[in-house]
């Protein structure tokens, strides 16, 4: 006689867009921007404004099996880096994707001129300079982290960002393998 093991994958659901959450709630979004300033854990919306693009996990891993850069945008412990050092105050690595860069805070609704230049600096020496170079975007489930700086490295002129918004918790849930990495430091020499 066969056991038959069931797994229920509890990826988020989303059902609603952009432009609904807003308008429902605008108190949540920077009047200008557009991006989200607060309770940034909080079911995501089911599109992105272009030219970013949303992707599945299988769109994800293609990406990546392809050579995009996989841009973790979680939050750090304590939100700050040392200014002595310019180092991020966390307990430790993050498990994220294989190739992952981890870099903190770059996803709130509002950027600390250094946090700014940490996201700007970063993404070209990433891509080398190259605005067309794919970039994957993501953090956890349901967090506007990952939404918000998909949009802003879109503003910036990345041509190819593609936003992952399943994010680790996806990427786990569906048997793939995740690494411990951490956060790229910030350089306080400038």
Same mark, same amino acid.
């Given at each position: 006689? *066969?056991?038959?093991?069931? !797994? =229920?994958?509890? $990826?988020?659901? /989303? ?9 429902? #709630? ?41 050579? *995009?850069?996989?841009?973790? !945008? =979680?939050?750090? $412990?304590?939100? /700050? ?9 966390? #307990? ?99």
């Amino acid at each position: 006689m *066969a056991l038959v093991i069931l !797994v =229920s994958v509890s $990826l988020p659901v /989303r059902a609603e867009t952009y432009a609904s959450v807003q308008q429902r #709630r605008p108190d949540l979004f920077h009047p200008e921007t557009g991006f989200r300033i607060s309770r940034h854990r909080a079911p995501t919306p089911e599109d992105i404004p272009p030219p970013a693009t949303v992707v599945s996990v299988e769109k994800a891993a293609e990406a990546l099996s392809a050579g *995009a850069i996989a841009v973790d !945008v =979680s939050g750090a $412990l304590q939100s /700050r880096y040392d200014e002595l050092e310019g180092t991020w105050l966390v #307990r430790g690595p993050r498990d994220s994707l294989p190739g992952g860069v981890w870099l903190p805070e770059v996803g709130r609704g509002v950027l600390e001129p250094e946090i700014d230049s940490y996201l700007k600096d970063n993404l070209e020496q990433l891509t080398g300079g190259d605005r067309s170079r794919v970039i994957l975007v993501f953090c956890n489930a349901d967090c506007w982290m990952s939404w918000n700086a998909a949009q802003r490295i879109a503003k910036l002129g990345y041509s190819n960002v593609l936003w992952f918004p399943e994010g680790v918790d996806g990427w786990k849930e569906t048997g793939r393998g995740l690494q411990p990495i951490l956060p790229v430091p910030v350089n306080v020499d400038k």
